[in-house]
């Protein structure tokens, strides 16, 4: 049993109530920056599906505010709490325009950023992960980090190197950036046997 009870009917206070009665009773993480307490059951409310994006029929999820589709609705719940409802709950203290939907965003934020603040109560102060690959002595302090370090500086026999235009050549995925390419391609394709037990170890 976490702090909370798991389901946020432990604290007995107003957020308690808030929660419950919001969510409909559905899991929710818990609100207290103290406890966390993260469930894996995902509850997209019912007013943000009907508002902000439809399912296709190709099972994918197409918002109605711009042209981004998703296979997944969780990945488009995220898209439009970040770019369109912009409703972040957790708020970086020191950076302002660090702004996150998720609880473990935030605190993974504040161990790499200000772990001073959370010394104690913060699960992810002080992780750091290692790279695998033999003589590589490189660490990270998330493991998405570790895996584009991997990606970027050990795996250019087999995944292409990036350009504004490339598309993942398995799901013809496009990407913003160069750090969103590398960890989707060594997460994602199919990787030569002498290199996939590296990954899987440092997933």
């Given at each position: 049993?976490?702090?909370?009870g ?7 206070t ?18 207290f920056l ?7 059951t ?7 599906a ?10 994918e ?6 042209d ?11 898209h ?19 702004k ?26 002080g ?67 002498n ?9």
């Amino acid at each position: 049993m976490s702090q909370c009870g798991g389901y946020a009917i432990g604290h007995d206070t107003a957020w308690e109530k808030k929660l419950t009665v919001q969510q409909n009773s559905m899991p929710v993480p818990c609100a207290f920056l103290t406890c966390y307490f993260i469930p894996t059951t995902s509850y997209i409310p019912p007013k943000m599906a009907e508002t902000y994006y439809t399912k296709l029929e190709t099972g994918e999820f197409q918002c109605k505010c711009c042209d981004k589709r998703t296979k997944h609705q969780n990945t488009m719940y995220y898209h439009v709490q970040t770019k369109h409802v912009q409703d972040f709950k957790f708020v970086c203290d020191h950076c302002p325009d660090k702004k996150f939907v998720q609880k473990s965003a935030y605190l993974q934020h504040m161990a790499v950023s200000h772990p001073e603040d959370q010394a104690d109560s913060n699960p992810y102060v002080g992780v750091s992960f290692s790279c695998k690959h033999p003589g590589c002595e490189q660490s990270a302090k998330t493991k998405a980090n570790i895996l584009v370090h991997f990606a970027r500086t050990h795996c250019k026999d087999w995944i292409p190197a990036y350009s504004k235009d490339i598309q993942c050549k398995c799901c013809s995925k496009s990407f913003g950036s160069s750090t969103a390419y590398f960890y989707h391609a060594v997460t994602s394709m199919q990787a030569p046997d002498n290199f996939a037990n590296l990954i899987t170890a440092m997933k």
